[in-house]
C-alpha cells in the first residue's frame, strides 16, 4: 500500500473504547514524516564539486597572466558560492515547503 502518512495513519486500527489508563504501558505504531537528505544533499555536493573544480582550474590561468593579483582571482569564486548559496537555499525552501504543503 502506497500513500502519504495521512492515508497510512487513516488505514492503521483505533481504538473506540476503553480510554487507555496512565499507568498501562501501550505498544503501538508511531507514524513520523521527516524531510529526507538526498534531494537536498545531492544538489549541493554537485555544484560544490563543480564550483571548487572551476575555481581550481581558473586561478592557475588567472595568476599565469595576473601574477601578483590573488584577490581579483578568487573574487569569481565568492560571487560563485553567494549565486549558488542562495539558490540551494531556494531549493531547499521549496523542497520543504512542498513537502509540508502536500499533506
Request: glycine residues 6%; charged residues 10%.
Given at each position: 500500500?502506497?500513500?502519504?502518512?495521512?492515508?497510512?495513519?487513516?488505514a492503521?486500527?483505533?481504538?473506540?473504547c476503553?480510554?487507555?489508563?496512565?499507568?498501562?504501558?501501550?505498544?503501538?505504531?508511531?507514524?513520523?514524516?521527516?524531510?529526507?537528505?538526498?534531494?537536498?544533499?545531492?544538489p549541493?555536493?554537485?555544484?560544490?564539486?563543480?564550483?571548487?573544480?572551476?575555481?581550481?582550474?581558473f586561478?592557475?590561468?588567472?595568476?599565469?597572466?595576473?601574477?601578483?593579483?590573488?584577490?581579483?582571482a578568487?573574487v569569481?569564486?565568492?560571487?560563485?558560492?553567494?549565486?549558488?548559496?542562495?539558490?540551494?537555499?531556494?531549493?531547499?525552501?521549496?523542497?520543504?515547503?512542498?513537502?509540508?504543503?502536500?499533506?
Amino acid at each position: 500500500m502506497c500513500g502519504n502518512s495521512g492515508t497510512l495513519n487513516g488505514a492503521l486500527p483505533v481504538r473506540l473504547c476503553e480510554a487507555i489508563d496512565s499507568r498501562v504501558t501501550a505498544w503501538g505504531i508511531h507514524i513520523v514524516q521527516r524531510q529526507s537528505i538526498i534531494p537536498i544533499f545531492i544538489p549541493v555536493f554537485v555544484v560544490a564539486v563543480l564550483t571548487v573544480g572551476s575555481t581550481l582550474c581558473f586561478i592557475p590561468s588567472w595568476l599565469n597572466d595576473h601574477p601578483s593579483d590573488l584577490q581579483g582571482a578568487t573574487v569569481p569564486v565568492v560571487v560563485a558560492f553567494t549565486v549558488v548559496g542562495l539558490l540551494l537555499q531556494l531549493l531547499v525552501s521549496l523542497l520543504v515547503f512542498r513537502i509540508t504543503i502536500r499533506d
